[in-house]
């Protein structure tokens, strides 16, 4: 079963930030938050991932709690390109981690109208 | 596009059927998984190679599903006696065990499977 929850649906405006929560209270000390997004009809795509630090790449921001337990993916300027289901996956990370294999929830359905 | 191709893109076969997909990773990954997604869901892991070894197999994976990765580069999942139950998105994805490295997994886009 997948270790976090997250709402079915949101809807952001474009050009506004897209704000995606996660809860994932049952995570290890060795475990990183990851985020992949679904486009319809293709495979999913990495966007970022974070242990305890806040992390930032081109694509989005990532914001975990102090206590880990949530976290919040940010697009900054939403776009109609955005429009996904976007997957809060916890998991091992790098070399040491066992199959590193991805447990997927059904994720948020981000809707961004024009 | 990932650098990670499947083959085909799309498979209706019949009931009883065998169907055979292709996975061909980026080169230098050394990894590979196949997840299963059906509507509405998020893609399950089914197994997983690490090189041309077989490491890991979910109880998804019943008898009638084989995968092999011979030479450590593409691989195939086969599926015998197709049943409607097995009608879903089938996935592969590729990573790099390394040092340093993030281990993200780079997906290709599917073969969707539909048995009448």
């Known amino acids: 079963d997948a270790k976090t929850t997250q709402p079915p649906s949101m809807d952001c405006a474009e050009g506004r930030a897209a704000n995606l929560p996660c809860n994932h209270s049952?995570?290890?000390?060795?475990?990183?938050v990851y985020w992949y997004r679904q486009i319809h009809s293709q495979g999913p795509q990495y966007i970022i991932h974070?242990?305890?630090n806040n992390e930032t790449n081109e694509m989005a921001s990532l914001i975990i709690t102090e206590d880990r337990k949530s976290s919040t993916l940010i697009l900054p300027h939403a776009t109609l390109r955005d429009t996904a289901v976007y997957y809060c996956?916890?998991?091992?990370?790098?070399?040491?981690?066992?199959?590193?294999?991805?447990?997927f929830g059904t994720g948020t359905l981000l809707a961004v109208q024009p | 596009d990932t650098g990670v191709s499947q083959d085909p893109r799309h498979k209706i076969t019949k009931r009883g059927q065998n169907v055979t997909f292709r996975c061909d990773p980026i080169?230098?990954?050394?990894?590979l998984y196949w997840y299963r997604q059906t509507l509405g869901q998020g893609p399950e892991f089914l197994t997983y190679?690490?090189?041309?070894?077989?490491?890991?197999k979910s109880r998804l994976l019943s008898d009638r599903f084989s995968a092999e990765r011979p030479k450590g580069s593409f691989s195939t999942l086969e599926i015998q006696r197709t049943e409607q139950g097995d009608s879903a998105m089938y996935l592969c994805?590729?990573?790099?065990?390394?040092?340093?490295?993030?281990?993200?997994?780079?997906f290709g886009p599917g073969t969707r499977l539909t048995v009448l």
């Open positions: 994805a590729s990573s790099l065990r390394k040092r340093g490295t993030n281990n993200e997994q780079f």
């Open positions: 049952t995570i290890s000390g060795n475990e990183y």
């Open positions: 974070g242990l305890k």
């Open positions: 996956i916890v998991r091992v990370a790098g070399y040491g981690g066992a199959t590193n294999k991805l447990i």
């Open positions: 080169s230098e990954h050394n990894r």
């Open positions: 190679f690490q090189n041309e070894a077989q490491l890991e």
